[in-house]
Structures are given as C-alpha cells and as structure tokens.
C-alpha cells in the first residue's frame, strides 16, 4: 500500500520505518523539502537530522505535504498538535477526499514549559477538529497513548500485554486501521474500539498523566493496559 | 482513627463501610441531616435510599457537614464534583485546618447529559481547586480513577493487578492516605505516587476515557494498570 505521512520527526520517522519494512510504500511530507534535507540538527528529543536518519532509511521518499497526501491511499498525521491543521490545509483537502487518515498527533501546548497543557481538550479534540475541517477525509485516531518505538513495536514493554485505543466515525476505515495494527504486532484483545471520533477527547485527555509518568518514571517505556 | 466523610452517596458508603469494617469510627457528613434520614428513594444510580443502606450499617453515624469535619482526624471528600467546594465550605476551615483530606471526587459537568465534560480540567483541577481553596488542609488526590467497589477490594477485578494515583504536596499526608490504602487491599507495587497535587489534573482527565469505557463495557467493573 502508498502510505503518506504528514510530518517527519520521531512519529513519522517510526511509523514510516515500520511500514516500509512490512512492504508498504512510504512518503513523508514535510513543509519545505530542501529546508528539511538541509538540517543538521537533531530536534531536541533525541531524534537525530532527517538526513543523518534518511541515509540509513533510503527507501522511504521525501516530499511535500501535498505530495505525501496526494501519494497515500492511507495517510498518516503526524505532524504536531498545533502544526496539525496547517499541515493537512497544506496537504490539501483534494489529496485527502475519501482517504483514511491516521491521527496520531496530541494538542499539546509547550507555551508555557513542562508539562505542557492541551491546546483543545475537555469538550473537543484534535481528532475531532481535523475530522471538522476536512469533513470528507475519513479520520481514525490512535497510537496517540505511547512513546514511538511502542507504537510499531509493543512487545516492548509487558511482551506486547496492553492497549491501544481506536475512535472514529467510520467503521471501515476502523477495521483497516485495525489490520494495520494488527501487522505492527498490536494483538486482537489490546486494541479497544472506544466508539466514534468524540471518544478521542478521552485518549487526548490521557496525554496529562502521560507526561507525569514519564516525568516520574524518566523513560517513555511504559503502557496503558485496561483490565478487567 | 476517626473518619469524617463529606457525602452520603456511593462513594461514601463505600468507603465508609470499609473503614468501619477496619475498625475506625465513621461519620458521614450531609448539607441536611433530617433531610438526608427522611429519603425514601435511591439516588438513580443503582443506591438505595440512605435509611435502606443505614439499617445494614448502623454503626456508622450521619452528622452535618460540620460535625463530620470536626470529628474526623482524617477527612474524605466524597461529595459531586461540583457539589465539594460548597460541602467543604459547610464543614468550615476550622474543622478542616491541619488535617488530611482525600479528594475522590471528580468535576464531572453532567449538565449536557452523558458523557459528562470536566467543570475544571487541563490547566487545573478540583484538587487543586480544593487545596487552593482551603491552604491549611493537606489534601491528597486519590481513589478518583475507579468505581466504588474497586476502592476498597481492588481484588474485584485482575487479582487486584492494576494502578492506583496518589497525588498531594503533603509527603507525611501521602504516607497516611497510602497507609490507608493498603489496609483497604491494595498492593505496594499498585500505588503509584505521582507528585504534587497538580498531578490530579491527569489522573481527573482520565475521567473522560473512563465513561467512555464505563459505556462500551456496560459494566465499572476495569481499571487502568500502568505497564513497564
């Protein structure tokens, strides 16, 4: 499959990783692609220049927003919480008609330091903003609960034995999704259908006790799991 | 220890008959005492009326919200979300002074019907609230991520394996409540201390996900465990 992904930091690069190395054909889109080539600093979280990780990624294309979304049969945001909306205008409202488009992005707000707060939260979500914006395009969120390397890789931590929540309107859209993860070794009882896209306030709303965690905890290798 | 709990209703009971259970003297607080007695009907929620549950637990005394506070050396705020403010400010600053306090309740906004939002959420908390409120209590967030029952027998569900928030500025109020918590069932490597009381914001903004798992279950009887 022509997978597109909006954004090339940490989500990005490891979503893209994982895909092409299942066989899937992967665009990252970015703002500016020769500004982006160019950097030779990593972003501050421990992710190396695009270019230092492309060498040892070289399969994977890079290009614009429009190029990426106008490639992927499923599109994948991973641009940041407030870089999300202006991303996916940039991509294209016609590139992202009938799509599936993964949200995995959080409105975390850093204005004002750590812990950030949500720039939307409580009575709406990023999912459902972008779902609002681009009413055609059909908008499943997910893998927006846990660190990158989790994401396509959750026997990681307690061998793989936690959860990964689902929201969106469109049930199709939800089960390929699912198949998805289901490739990324995510198993059938981890993930919970939470019901349609408003259900992405409760996962967004997860990020606050996240970053307390990884606060306490100093590493992102931990999980939600919801037992029973 | 004498306990005084500031509510009447599922959570109070909960935890009130548990205390009794463990040998503590326990008072329930209400705005109306005679009020509260005279009740006849359940509170819509699955409780039967207060009379119906007192005659099964007569041990347990019902006082105002001021003789609750005064007689306990360690306060519980069962009340609303929206209803605790109020309740504390009945119990009166002078019988709250010096004492700790264990915030249960969550800021629920039902006034748009199911799934509720948040009354306070993102940049605060009604623990926060609650200690800003009232400076010389030493407030603790816990017990607020979970139904009733799983309070006080978290065996009820997973063995007992799962997580347990504890949130305060108070290091010796936190040994207590935690203290407490262990006498209730539950297990050292399940309580996890997550720093101050700006913490609660996370643990309150997990309400959202959990009514919406409350919803697809069709049962409060799961719980969140933090996995490594």
Redesign the interface.
């Known amino acids: 499959m022509n997978i597109g992904i909006i954004g090339t930091g940490g989500v990005a690069r490891a979503i893209g990783a994982k895909a092409a190395s299942l066989g899937h054909t992967v665009i990252l889109g970015t703002r500016n692609v020769e500004e982006t080539r160019k950097r030779t600093q990593g972003d501050g979280m421990g992710n190396p220049s695009f270019a230092e990780w492309h060498r040892s990624h070289p399969a994977i294309a890079l290009g614009t927003f429009a190029e990426a979304a106008a490639f992927g049969e499923l599109i994948v945001n991973a641009a940041s919480g407030t870089g999300s909306i202006p991303a996916l205008r940039a991509a294209g409202e016609a590139n992202l008609k009938g799509k599936v488009l993964i949200d995995i992005s959080n409105p975390l707000d850093f204005s004002n330091g750590f812990p950030p707060?949500?720039s939307i939260?409580?009575?709406d979500s990023l999912g459902e903003t972008i779902q609002r914006t681009f009413p055609g395009v059909r908008v499943v969120k997910t893998l927006n609960t846990l660190s990158n390397p989790l994401m396509v890789d959750p026997s990681l931590?307690?061998g793989g034995?936690?959860t990964i929540?689902v929201s969106g309107n469109d049930a199709p859209a939800k089960a390929a999704v699912i198949e998805l993860l289901t490739s990324f070794g995510w198993k059938d009882g981890s993930i919970?259908d939470?019901?349609d896209i408003t259900?992405a306030?409760?996962?967004e709303?997860?990020l606050?006790?996240?970053?307390?965690?990884f606060?306490?905890?100093q590493t992102p290798?931990?999980?939600?799991?919801?037992?029973?």
Not at 208 to 213: A, F, I, S
Not at 221 to 228: A, N, S, Y
């Open positions: 707060s949500l939260a409580n009575t931590v307690n034995d936690h929540f919970i939470l019901g259900t306030r409760g996962t709303q997860l606050p006790l996240w970053v307390r965690l606060g306490k905890f290798m931990f999980q939600f799991k919801i037992v029973r």
